[in-house]
């Protein structure tokens, strides 16, 4: 399929482990924004990447978040030291240049124990 | 700074009923505004952009700049939109970054 492909789907992760999630933008698609959805929350956005670089970081929760993106594609949004806050689904778009549509991933869901 | 506000979590109509999801936004800037819909078990969508100013579905929403609002009409629901609506804006130098409000689930039932 050509949409926005995220890995795992599903993913149960002990308190303090570290997780990486992954995202596969549309082809060609040079913005990639990485958003959360908690409980009872709106989407809260995370980070924006344009091509390899993130000149928007402003919404990683804490210094345990980071991502990157590699050969203006795949991105991973890491989560070091998980803690129960962080159990959300955490959701990846990618959008076209000069285009406006934010094409979504179905989702990870972290579950932190 | 930016936000979107949707009062409603649940709105709950018969078939038929007439709808009104409510949406309102605080920027001092022009806004990009957006309706996106996420039907269960599929993945979060456009429904529809208000520069557009398209009817998707039979949905249509009007920006209203004095009252700061951006609601999702639909005169006649169906079964089918029961779905989660979210309301979002862009603004200008913002790259697309989405600002979501905290989403209204809407149930039609039969």
């Known amino acids: 399929g050509a949409g926005v492909s995220q890995s795992p789907s599903n993913k149960v992760t002990e308190k303090g482990k570290d997780v990486e999630l992954r995202c596969d933008p549309i082809?060609?698609?040079?913005?990639l924004y990485w958003y959360r959805q908690s409980l009872g929350q709106g989407l809260e956005f995370l980070i924006y990447?344009?091509?390899?670089?993130?000149?928007?970081k402003s919404g990683l929760p804490s210094d345990r978040f980071s991502a990157e993106r590699t050969g203006g594609s795949v991105s991973t949004l890491t989560i070091q030291r998980t803690q129960q806050e962080d159990s959300a689904v955490y959701l990846c778009?990618?959008?076209?240049?000069?285009?406006?549509?934010?094409?979504f991933g179905q989702g990870t869901r972290l579950t932190v124990v | 700074a930016q936000r979107v506000t949707q009062p409603e979590k649940l709105l709950s109509v018969f078939k038929g009923a007439p709808v009104e999801l409510k949406c309102n936004y605080s920027?001092?800037?022009?806004?990009?505004l957006f309706w996106y819909v996420q039907y269960s078990r599929q993945r979060l969508q456009l429904l529809l952009r208000?520069?557009s100013r398209e009817s998707i579905k039979g949905f249509t929403a009007d920006l209203n700049k004095g009252e700061t609002s951006f609601h999702l009409k639909k005169p006649f629901a169906q079964e089918e939109d029961s779905a989660m609506y979210y309301c979002?804006?862009?603004?200008?130098?913002?790259?697309?970054?989405?600002?979501f409000g905290a989403g209204t689930r809407l149930a039609v039932h039969p």
């Open positions: 778009a990618s959008s076209p240049p000069q285009g406006y549509q934010a094409f």
């Open positions: 082809s060609g698609h040079t913005a």
């Open positions: 990447f344009q091509g390899n670089s993130a000149p928007d």
């Open positions: 920027y001092s800037g022009s806004p990009e």
């Open positions: 208000h520069i």
């Open positions: 979002a804006l862009t603004f200008s130098g913002g790259y697309n970054k989405l600002i």
